[in-house]
């Protein structure tokens, strides 16, 4: 019987909540504090001609993929009292559930030349049974992690019901030299800031990097020109275009529609910034708003229809949504203090932003009407939100105060739990979190 654990995270102080099926596998969630589920991850069994250490690298990443999600406890090998020496063993469910493992996660691993393929299951120890069908993952041996990642979805989906985020890239800007010297290069990494891949160079200043829906592209600005343009990359080629440059304006802020073939941005004509919409292969342009106010950082809902924006049209900077294509805007966000960089959550239900409040910013959520605020974090400087695929997460930048200042990215998941920083050998920021990779 496939045992699957559902929890969901409520935005409210109020009990959260896990509804498990049949069977004692289940993550128990209150007021947003979860009791890890113990999980038990040995090393892959070496096959087929995988010497080395494949097994126990990959062991480890699925291992760190689980455990960074504050969900999931390891149990540490050295508590093991059976050894899993052959894929094709019976488990000892009594071994493991006398070391109070819930889970266990048996694989083994191949290595023919520059192919690798790794098979695996995952087990409910306390029901004996295991949680859906076996699997088998192959690519080469370069993209082992990827593997690992793929492997650490499958679980992590069996076990909370809900998609994964781990074989996941994220754009963003690698900053390096002193804060009033700062150099700025794109770069594109793995979620947990593994394979860095720079996209650019580092003459330039450039700013605001955003996937599109494939993950094939990414719109950014830069100042190569001393003015701010839009450009688009292919992250395959690493070949740019320009995307907007009307002379005499200013273009930034850029994101791409979930169709990929549109584009909404800033235009900054003499003191008037709004929002406009391009076709990317046509390039034919479309003003979205037209009000004296200064008005960035569109982001499209899920299904293309509503764009939320920020605008200080009231007098100071706040929230609204329009129709993707123009009109009456609606204010949704009423708190104190300022709100900025708002992004649609990929499920649609909510929308994360920027605040500062009280010489403090925030990281926060709240529903797409402007209702059940919840600010998630709280320092110096934390801005630029950008959402996990499976809507749970949230990346950030964090910059610290003074002279030597640093900017550092971290995650948070939607409870305001589980604050972590992603490891990146530069300061970060501005990240954009694209879709699981094909």
């Given at each position: 019987?496939i045992?699957?654990?559902l929890?969901?995270?409520?935005?409210?102080?109020?009990p959260?909540?896990?509804a498990?099926?049949?069977?004692?596998?289940?993550?128990e969630?209150?007021e947003g504090?979860?009791?890890p589920?113990?999980?038990?991850?040995p090393?892959l069994?070496?096959?087929g001609?995988?010497?080395?250490?494949?097994?126990?690298?990959?062991?480890?990443v699925v291992?760190?993929?689980?455990?960074g999600t504050?969900?999931?406890?390891?149990?540490p090998?050295?508590?093991?009292?059976?050894?899993v020496?052959?894929?094709?063993?019976?488990v000892?469910y009594?071994?493991?559930?006398?070391?109070?493992?819930?889970?266990?996660?048996a694989?083994a691993v191949?290595?023919?030349g520059?192919?690798?393929s790794?098979?695996?299951r995952?087990?409910?120890?306390?029901?004996?049974?295991?949680?859906g069908?076996?699997?088998?993952l192959a690519g080469?041996?370069?993209a082992?992690?990827?593997?690992?990642?793929k492997?650490?979805?499958?679980?992590?989906?069996?076990?909370?019901?809900?998609?994964g985020y781990?074989?996941s890239?994220v754009?963003?800007v690698s900053?390096?030299g002193?804060?009033?010297?700062?150099?700025?290069?794109?770069a594109?990494?793995?979620?947990?800031?593994?394979n860095?891949?720079?996209?650019?160079?580092?003459?330039?200043?450039?700013l605001?990097?955003?996937?599109?829906?494939?993950?094939?592209?990414v719109?950014?600005?830069?100042?190569?020109t001393?003015?701010?343009r839009i450009?688009?990359?292919d992250?395959?080629?690493?070949?740019?275009?320009v995307l907007?440059?009307?002379?005499?304006?200013?273009?930034?802020?850029?994101?791409?529609?979930?169709?990929?073939?549109?584009v909404v941005?800033?235009?900054?004509?003499?003191?008037?910034?709004?929002?406009?919409?391009m076709n990317?292969g046509?390039?034919?342009?479309?003003?979205?708003?037209?009000?004296p106010?200064?008005?960035?950082a569109?982001?499209?809902?899920?299904?293309?229809?509503?764009?939320?924006f920020?605008?200080?049209?009231?007098?100071?900077?706040?929230?609204y949504v329009?129709?993707?294509?123009?009109?009456?805007?609606?204010?949704?966000s009423?708190g104190?203090?300022?709100?900025?960089?708002?992004v649609?959550?990929?499920?649609g239900d909510l929308?994360?932003?920027?605040k500062?409040?009280?010489?403090?910013f925030?990281?926060g959520?709240?529903?797409?009407?402007g209702?059940e605020e919840?600010?998630?974090?709280a320092?110096?400087l934390?801005?630029?939100?950008?959402?996990?695929?499976?809507g749970?997460v949230?990346?950030?930048?964090?910059?610290?105060q003074?002279?030597?200042g640093?900017?550092?990215?971290?995650?948070?998941?939607?409870?305001?739990?589980?604050?972590?920083?992603?490891?990146?050998?530069?300061g970060?920021s501005?990240?954009?979190?694209g879709p699981?990779?094909?």
């Amino acid at each position: 019987m496939i045992v699957r654990a559902l929890f969901l995270m409520l935005m409210c102080l109020a009990p959260a909540w896990a509804a498990a099926q049949s069977g004692p596998l289940r993550i128990e969630i209150t007021e947003g504090v979860i009791e890890p589920l113990p999980v038990a991850i040995p090393d892959l069994v070496p096959e087929g001609g995988a010497t080395g250490d494949w097994g126990q690298r990959i062991a480890r990443v699925v291992a760190e993929d689980l455990t960074g999600t504050g969900l999931f406890r390891e149990i540490p090998s050295s508590a093991f009292i059976s050894q899993v020496s052959s894929f094709a063993a019976p488990v000892q469910y009594a071994d493991w559930k006398a070391i109070n493992a819930q889970a266990l996660v048996a694989g083994a691993v191949s290595v023919n030349g520059d192919q690798i393929s790794v098979k695996f299951r995952l087990y409910d120890v306390f029901s004996g049974a295991e949680l859906g069908e076996g699997l088998q993952l192959a690519g080469t041996t370069d993209a082992w992690r990827r593997i690992a990642h793929k492997m650490a979805d499958v679980v992590y989906s069996r076990i909370t019901g809900e998609t994964g985020y781990f074989d996941s890239r994220v754009v963003f800007v690698s900053e390096t030299g002193p804060k009033d010297s700062r150099r700025k290069r794109l770069a594109v990494m793995d979620y947990d800031g593994a394979n860095i891949q720079y996209l650019t160079g580092s003459e330039d200043i450039v700013l605001a990097p955003r996937f599109s829906g494939t993950g094939d592209r990414v719109l950014y600005t830069s100042y190569e020109t001393g003015f701010p343009r839009i450009y688009v990359l292919d992250v395959g080629s690493v070949q740019r275009r320009v995307l907007e440059s009307q002379p005499g304006t200013m273009s930034f802020a850029p994101r791409f529609a979930p169709n990929g073939q549109t584009v909404v941005y800033s235009l900054t004509q003499g003191a008037n910034t709004d929002i406009w919409a391009m076709n990317v292969g046509s390039g034919q342009s479309q003003r979205l708003t037209s009000t004296p106010a200064i008005e960035t950082a569109p982001s499209f809902s899920p299904d293309g229809s509503q764009i939320v924006f920020e605008s200080d049209r009231s007098g100071t900077q706040q929230l609204y949504v329009m129709p993707a294509g123009g009109g009456e805007a609606r204010r949704i966000s009423f708190g104190e203090g300022r709100y900025g960089t708002p992004v649609w959550s990929p499920r649609g239900d909510l929308i994360a932003f920027t605040k500062q409040s009280k010489g403090r910013f925030h990281i926060g959520v709240m529903r797409t009407d402007g209702s059940e605020e919840r600010l998630l974090t709280a320092s110096f400087l934390d801005e630029g939100p950008t959402w996990a695929p499976n809507g749970r997460v949230i990346m950030f930048a964090r910059e610290t105060q003074g002279a030597a200042g640093r900017s550092t990215l971290y995650s948070v998941d939607i409870t305001g739990r589980n604050l972590r920083p992603v490891r990146t050998p530069e300061g970060g920021s501005d990240p954009s979190w694209g879709p699981l990779q094909r």
